[in-house]
């Protein structure tokens, strides 16, 4: 099986632009979570999607937004941009019926300039 | 909510012991650790559901004292490939979001 996609790896962006990154879960997995990581704060939650359906939010602000089609793939995105939105984010999918185990994905590394 | 590890970093020789804590101020329904090496997708290692089970895979343990809302990690004759950043996640309930520990930095040095 195909493990969890996320495009584009790298990301160049200036202030005041917005982004879609973009989710594809392991095949048969339809929870999608994201995540940020910065030095020193980890992985904070962002939201996880469920049948299309976002059933957490993290304490991000309105800026963040995502969804998940019919087919479970997932998309974030963050509208203008700040610097501090420059982290690592990640995705994560699970099969729900298997247990909470999460699988990651290489994350897409955002810089903002 | 999000919960506390201890150490932040610890650098061991080869075959040494380590103990990384995770402590949370909410009583919890799970623990999960995963690794995550450098450039690398976090990848889980266990979980621990509510009812203090200590698990084990290969020479990495972890136990989850309900009653403190604290799980501890433990590495016993650390292999070089053991190296990399150590998270646990917590959720309340099942169903409910996960919140990430900040992370320990483990290093093993030959």
């Known amino acids: 099986k195909a493990g969890v996609t996320q495009t584009p790896r790298y990301l160049i962006k200036t202030r005041g632009q917005q982004v879609t990154l973009s989710c594809s879960p392991i095949s048969g997995h339809r929870s999608v979570s994201w995540y940020q990581q910065t030095p020193g704060q980890g992985l904070q939650f962002l939201f996880e999607?469920?049948?299309?359906?976002?059933?957490n939010k993290g304490n991000f602000p309105g800026r963040f937004s995502g969804r998940q089609f019919s087919n479970s793939r997932s998309e974030m995105n963050v509208s203008t941009l700040e610097l501090g939105d420059s982290a690592l984010y990640l995705c994560?999918?699970?099969?729900?019926?298997?247990?909470?185990?999460?699988?990651f994905g290489s994350g897409t590394q955002l810089s903002v300039l | 909510q999000q919960p506390v590890q201890s150490p932040q970093a610890v650098i061991l020789r080869e075959g040494e012991d380590a103990v990384i804590n995770c402590s949370s101020s909410?009583?919890?329904?799970?623990v999960h650790w995963y690794r995550q090496k450098h450039g690398e997708a976090p990848v889980f290692l266990m979980i621990?559901?509510?009812?203090?089970e200590q698990k084990g895979h290969d020479k990495i343990s972890a136990s989850f004292n309900e009653k403190k809302q604290q799980s501890s990690l433990y590495l016993t004759a650390s292999q070089l490939s053991y190296s990399g950043t150590y998270f646990c996640?917590?959720?309340?309930?099942?169903?409910?979001?996960?919140?990430f520990g900040t992370g320990t930095s483990l290093t093993v040095i030959p």
């Open positions: 994560a999918s699970k099969d729900r019926a298997k247990g909470e185990k999460l699988f």
């Open positions: 999607y469920f049948s299309e359906t976002q059933r």
């Open positions: 621990l559901l509510k009812g203090g």
């Open positions: 909410k009583a919890l329904y799970s």
């Open positions: 996640g917590t959720e309340v309930y099942t169903g409910n979001q996960f919140y």
